[in-house]
């Protein structure tokens, strides 16, 4: 069961708070983010900025074959303020740029996506839900760097491991390597199966079943919180933070897998 649009609607400007305080924390915007390391914390502040802002237009545009091309030009150019005070309000700006063209059309209208061939819808719903995990990841990433990290919200991680899922991994070219399947189950209860073959990959929620009456088993299974579920994913949290069953090394196919489509 996906957040109501409203829910979304208001994470996105909570971990957007939260990205901001942690930001204006710091006491020195060229220091390295450990789970960015190509990236200074003002690399990673200028890159959420402008992608609240680079969605914004996407929503604002409509249905579309490729991006505007107004807003491709706009965040190649982009370039924020390095003065705390102002980066903030720059910010602040951006995530209000976002949720005002999300309110304006409201959660069904059709948009432009980089995720045409996912699970996931191509509407201002999608990017939504979307926007609220890479802020909330990226919120983890200033806390890191600050050495303060905090598990994410519940709310956000358990609609996360669905969404990544459905967005980030499924599509229906077809899995290079032997079929499997890989679950994601979570101590707070919900499991989810992402199976690969030459149908591509597809999400699927599993059901709560009584004991012995499980699924068939996967090639391998990861288990932790949602919030642990989701860094890892991610890539922000290694193999040993979470517990894996069966082939670990699967993993390594699937996050070097490219699906041409």
Not at 64 to 77: F, G, I, K, N
Not at 131 to 156: I, K, M, N, S, W
Request: net charge negative; glycine share 8%.
């Amino acid at each position: 069961m996906t957040l109501e649009f409203s829910d979304l609607l208001r994470l996105i400007d909570e971990r957007s708070i939260a990205f901001r305080g942690a930001v204006a924390a710091a006491s020195d915007l060229d220091a390295r983010v450990p789970t960015c390391p190509e990236w200074t914390l003002f690399d990673l502040a200028q890159h959420l900025g402008g992608g609240d802002r680079f969605w914004a237009a996407l929503v604002a545009a409509g249905p579309a074959d490729a991006p505007a091309a107004e807003a491709v030009a706009e965040r190649a150019a982009l370039v924020a303020p390095r003065e705390p005070e102002a980066l903030s309000a720059w910010l602040a700006e951006s995530t209000e740029l976002l949720l005002g063209a999300l309110r304006e059309v409201g959660p069904d209208a059709d948009c432009w996506t980089w995720w045409s061939a996912s699970q996931s819808p191509r509407t201002s719903g999608g990017v939504a839900r979307h926007r609220v995990q890479e802020t909330a990841v990226h919120t983890y990433d200033v806390q890191v760097t600050l050495g303060a990290p905090r598990p994410l919200p519940d709310a956000v991680a358990l609609d996360g491991v669905d969404e990544f899922l459905s967005t980030c991994c499924a599509t229906p070219a077809a899995w290079p390597h032997k079929p499997t399947a890989f679950d994601f189950h979570t101590t707070e209860g919900p499991s989810w199966r992402l199976t690969v073959d030459g149908d591509g990959a597809r999400s699927d929620r599993l059901p709560v079943t009584a004991a012995g009456e499980g699924p068939d088993a996967a090639g391998v299974s990861v288990h932790g919180t949602a919030g642990e579920l989701i860094l890892f994913m991610y890539g922000r949290i290694a193999a040993d933070a979470v517990r894996i069953d069966g082939d670990a090394g699967l993993f390594d196919l699937l996050r070097a897998w490219e699906p041409e489509e």
